[in-house]
DNA sequence: AACGACAAGATTGTCGACAATATTCAAATA
DNA sequence: TATTTGAATATTGTCGACAATCTTGTCGTT
């Protein structure tokens, strides 16, 4: 029972900054992993512009590695959907657009859905616990703590769950797969919003769902928080 | 109003079978390309068994190309999900296993449900009648024709509806993605069911939805029938 | 006999060079 | 002047060799 408590009370200490650094901060084992982490950041951070062409010697010369490298990381961005890439002529950057945006919170809408859904069955109830915690520490910050953090914690709110669905395919699809891309939209569009205060709501009520072990609800609470979401982005791009 | 009819009635000269041959014999045009097929083939067909060891010199002994090309073509295989990677060790064919089968239709029945509602809204009426005419043909052929030609079918129908969505994420997801896993499991765990004549009532119950422009039921629809598709496999998988 | 350290072998990771393909730009032709 | 051909250049694709890491099996110690 100690240990139990003393778990839940240091998970929280890992603030949501921390536990985003951490989604983030894979170790990289190997020279390709360096590359592909560094790559990436610098893609999704808009260090390297959307749309732009990545040579594989330029490249190679600027992190001074080989190109064998080079080319392993920019597969792995490919699959990411991160860049484009044609035989005999290269990778690009994915160029960011409207549809492409709508595209992706469609299937966002979809895959979290299932989620939330999943995660309803799936969580441990300390787990269930912890998420609560989280929300709580965040209602508290939510209007001292800057944008940042809202930011970190949103994504940490869905990572959690994401997570609790304990479906691998899943989560494989959502962190490797979507959410990069989803972050380098929100980067470079400046997507940050307010919504903060309704956005908070509408994640109490999913994890009430959650909590009392309503798949159905929480899919659809969550996907409802996803299309207001997307709805919102969209009304900004058309400003 | 000629050459749309002529249209129509060539595409359902392809039938099941072309259609489905085309799906996976996209035109290759590098090295890594063949290589790429030829080992996704193996893997799927069970020719190279689940959970094999992939060894990088053996295969390009095999293959008759250098390690380079094997190695891309194992990393595309990685992120198709139909082999795991460590770094420093190796790659192996993915395991089969009843929870791996139920996790991936979890994740058939969110996007594809959303492929659905999707295409619901965004299909042409002529993609539409297509559809029809498709069902119709194989209602037809569904007593006299062998198995293997209804599986066609079924991969074909699920395929258009895909590509109704016309929304790349989801198409890119489910045809790189999963398919061939999915494809993977059904030959090597012998999935071919009967099944075939309920699941065709389903199948034009889903277009009729789309037909009547009603993305929400087409969800439900679509969803339902994976769902009767992974209790009938996991019902066989228990006996 | 069980366990751990160490060496030998095998496999993957990385590199630089060469081959094949695409792009660029200048010259020739209509 | 616009268009096309063709050579020059640059970029990607492929290869074989070497370096780094893991695995295997043997030996020695407890």
Redesign the interface.
């Known amino acids: 029972m100690h240990v139990k408590h003393y778990y839940i009370v240091y998970n929280l200490l890992n603030t949501a900054l921390r536990f985003t650094m951490s989604i983030f901060h894979e170790n990289a084992?190997?020279a390709s992993?360096k590359a592909f982490f560094r790559l990436r950041k610098e893609i999704v951070e808009g260090e390297i512009p959307a749309s732009a062409k990545l040579s594989e010697t330029e490249l190679s010369t600027k992190y001074e590695v080989s190109r064998?490298v080079v080319?392993?990381a920019i597969?792995?961005l490919?699959?990411c959907?991160l860049v484009e890439r044609k035989?005999?002529v290269g990778a690009r950057v994915v160029a960011l657009s409207p549809e492409?945006l709508i595209?992706?919170y469609?299937?966002r809408?979809?895959?979290e859905?299932?989620a939330a859904r999943?995660a309803a069955t799936n969580m441990s109830d300390d787990e269930v616990a912890e998420l609560k915690m989280l929300l709580n520490s965040q209602s508290e910050n939510i209007k001292t703590t800057e944008r940042y953090y809202q930011e970190a914690g949103d994504l940490d709110f869905h990572y959690r769950i994401i997570l609790g669905s304990k479906?691998?395919?899943?989560i494989?699809?959502l962190v490797n797969?979507?959410y990069h891309l989803v972050r380098m939209y929100r980067v470079q569009l400046g997507m940050a919003g307010p919504r903060v205060s309704t956005a908070f709501d509408e994640h109490k009520h999913i994890v009430q769902a959650i909590s009392n072990r309503d798949p159905e609800l929480a899919e659809m609470l969550m996907r409802r928080h996803i299309m207001y979401s997307k709805n919102n982005i969209e009304a900004k791009l058309q400003q």
Chains 1, 2 share one sequence.
Do not use: F, I, Y
């Open positions: 084992v190997t992993d064998a080319r392993e597969n792995r490919e699959s959907n035989p005999n492409g595209e992706l469609q299937v809408e979809s895959l859905g299932m999943l479906n691998n395919h899943l494989n699809m797969g979507l």
